[in-house]
Nanobody, 125 residues
Framework: QVQLVESGGGLVQAGGSLRLSCAAS????????MGWFRQAPGKEREFVAA????????YYADSVKGRFTISRDNANSTVYLQMNSLKPEDTAVYYC??????????????????WGKGTLVTVSS
């Protein structure tokens, strides 16, 4: 089993920045593909970003490309999402997910093996 705990959410003005963290415990996640997803009220959970085992490969949704950066620290079992130039449409609950094995591209939410409980990001205009 893997436990994931997100942190770093909050209220920020448009144009601001936030850094989300996802701390993993239980089994080592160094062999898991990690992803960030988000879910706005009334909408389905959507893919935001993914990172490979080593951190050498990343993939982003078009809506966040150039503004968000995903990274990971396997020694500390932590995954990060640096979010810059935030927009009101980025408002959502952000979830960290872990998928056993290697995967890349737009990861389907239904294909993740473990989830955290999420952290709320609110961007005011």
């Amino acid at each position: 089993q893997v436990q994931l705990v997100e942190s770093g959410g909050g209220l920020v003005q448009a144009g601001g920045s936030l850094r989300l963290s996802c701390a993993a415990s239980g089994r080592t996640v160094s062999r898991y593909t990690m992803g960030w997803f988000r879910q706005a009220p009334g909408k389905e959970r959507e893919f935001v970003a993914a990172i490979s085992w080593s951190g050498g490969r990343t993939y982003y949704a078009d809506s966040v490309k150039g503004r968000f950066t995903i990274s990971r620290d396997n020694a500390n079992s932590t995954v990060y999402l640096q979010m810059n130039s935030l927009k009101p449409e980025d408002t959502a609950v952000y979830y960290c997910g872990a998928k056993i094995g290697q995967a890349m591209g737009v990861l389907p939410a239904g294909g993740m093996d473990y989830w955290g409980k999420g952290t709320l990001v609110t961007v005011s205009s």
